[in-house]
């Protein structure tokens, strides 16, 4: 699907105002400032995915996003492994960078990310009337793309590229940078298309 | 000169859906539950290397590498073509991970990849010498087909292992 110079602001827009409302909830955790930068909005060729997702070992929190579209695609909370530990040291006041990944890491990246995918859900909920719910978190913490490329295979046969948006969320305080990535499946945007366009309309 | 490998040769990226054929080292990088096949013929040192994404194909013709029906097939065609022995060649497969435990629908595409790979491979009568797939692990494979058709896998770990 190629979207029109409006939709791709509309888009824009709506990931702009879910990933504050991440960012807010971020910040709140680490009791520290986190800025966001302008989300991205990329359309992706399937055999050029390895341009934008390499081999770097990434944590990877996925919700599939459900509600009133069943198997929408998915949204991903996404942070480097050092950011990971980082994060975790924050919010429980540690100090040891020099430790491995733990289970309490795990636990705390997918708390974290269970809040602030809720909150960029509920954002966006509240701007369309359209409600889409994550699942139940699952995580990877491996090669980026393999876990990437796993969930396009889910996505189903005839998608041969995928919109990715991406907004960087960073917490400059604690050096934590992590990412929220949409990967809507393609009626999920189209909805969400139409539902910007009406709004558009009707102001 | 023209038919000696030169000592560093271009490794070609292989993205999803992508193949190539020839002598020249072979990558695809951070395999999940995607397929890496290399097809190997001894005798001319050359070979074939597909980045599979999907079992099948359900009748889509415009990216035949993307599923196993149509990619197989297509590199025993082009291996032909250039006068592989298709009795000769040496199949290795390395992918076919579950990245996530659960997701609800179509799983375990991983698995279903790497079954079909082998069925497909079997019913044209291709062996398959070697394999390192499933579990819950990314893979980058690189494919030497000038070095005796030798694959090797990087995890993210950084451990390494050869095919």
Known sequence: MKLSAVQADAIQELGNIGAAHAATTLSQMLSSTV???VPA????????LGNHLGEESAAMVVFELQGEIQHGGYIIFYITKESAIRLTNTMLGM??????FTEMDQSALLEVGNIMVSAFLDATAELLGFIMLPSPPALSIDMAHAAMESLIAQLGEEVDEVLLFSTELICEEHKIDSDIIMLPEIST??????LLEEMMKST | MADQPSQTPQTAMIGIGEYRVGSFPMMTIGLGSCIGLTLYDPQ???GAMVHIMLPESGGRTDRPGKYADTAIPLLLKELDAIGCNRRALIAKIAGGACMFEYFGTNL???????????SVLK??????????VGGKVGRSVTFF???GGKVSIRRADGVTSEL
């Open chain 1, 35 to 37: 800025s966001m930068s």
């Open chain 1, 41 to 48: 909005i990329k359309t992706i060729d399937l055999s050029e």
């Open chain 1, 95 to 100: 100090t040891d960078m020099d430790r491995d």
């Open chain 1, 189 to 194: 945007l189209k909805r969400i298309t139409e």
């Open chain 2, 44 to 46: 001319r040192k050359t």
């Open chain 2, 108 to 118: 375990n595409i991983g698995e279903r990849n790497t079954e079909k790979v082998r």
């Open chain 2, 123 to 132: 019913e044209l009568g291709i062996k398959v010498s070697a394999e390192n």
């Open chain 2, 145 to 147: 087909p000038a070095n």
